[in-house]
């Protein structure tokens, strides 16, 4: 597709649980940026992405969170031992380069968490 | 740290009635500001990008200028179709881009 694509779009899980967020984005965009949007709050930045390394994981609220990406391309966020402070919006975005002219990120529709 | 104040938070207009939404920064080195419209249940989809004081970009009935403390997105004569969330954020030396909280535009016909 042209645009980032995110899934699951929606995942409901039981505190304590394991869960694995994907994100494919746009082709070609060396740039990827996690960020958590909780209900009625601005949106906070989780990890960035250089191809496959991460320069920056300062958003990382604890170590029960990690973040990879493969090939220069997919990541995964993973969240371990879910608690319900971890309910959120999770938002992917690309972008073709990081910083300056064409720094511009492209968001995906995002994937809703919600544990019980 | 940097920091990214929108006012107001909220904005309720009536259809064709012209107004200004308002970013205020604190930033270290700026490499961009930015502006997203975001619509309920939808991620942020990017409308401009601002690099330097004194700069304006203009795209339908919107337009960003940028100063070196703060930049506006005007609406000009709104249809409800610009009901939505319009959120502001700065990008420094460390490529991330900072968030503010949005303003949430109502256009009532």
């Known amino acids: 597709g042209a645009g980032v694509s995110q899934s699951p779009s929606n995942k409901v899980t039981e505190k304590g649980k394991d869960v694995e967020l994907r994100c494919d984005p746009i082709s070609g965009h060396t740039a990827l940026y996690w960020y958590r949007q909780s209900l009625g709050q601005g949106l906070e930045f989780l990890i960035y992405?250089?191809?496959?390394?991460?320069?920056?994981k300062s958003g990382l609220p604890s170590d029960r969170f990690s973040a990879e990406r493969t090939g220069g391309s997919v990541s995964t966020l993973t969240i371990q031992r879910t608690q319900q402070e971890d309910s959120a919006v999770y938002l992917c975005?690309?972008?073709?380069?990081?910083?300056?002219?064409?720094?511009?990120?492209?968001f995906g529709e995002g994937s809703r968490l919600t544990v019980l | 740290e940097d920091q990214v104040t929108q006012s107001p938070e909220a904005l309720r207009l009536q259809e064709g009635e012209s107004s200004s939404l308002n970013c205020s920064y604190t930033?270290?080195?700026?490499?961009?500001l930015f502006w997203y419209r975001q619509d309920p249940g939808k991620g942020p989809e990017f409308l401009f990008t601002?690099?330097?004081a004194g700069e304006e970009k203009e795209k339908e009935r919107l337009k960003a200028t940028l100063t070196k403390k703060e930049s506006f997105l005007h609406i000009t004569a709104p249809k409800p179709e610009d009901s939505a969330t319009y959120l502001c954020a700065v990008q420094a030396n460390d490529y991330k881009l900072s968030f503010g909280a949005g303003t949430t535009v109502t256009v009532r016909a």
């Open positions: 930033v270290s080195g700026l490499r961009g």
């Open positions: 992405f250089q191809g496959n390394s991460a320069p920056d």
């Open positions: 975005a690309s972008s073709l380069v990081a910083g300056g002219p064409y720094g511009e990120l492209f």
């Open positions: 601002l690099y330097s």
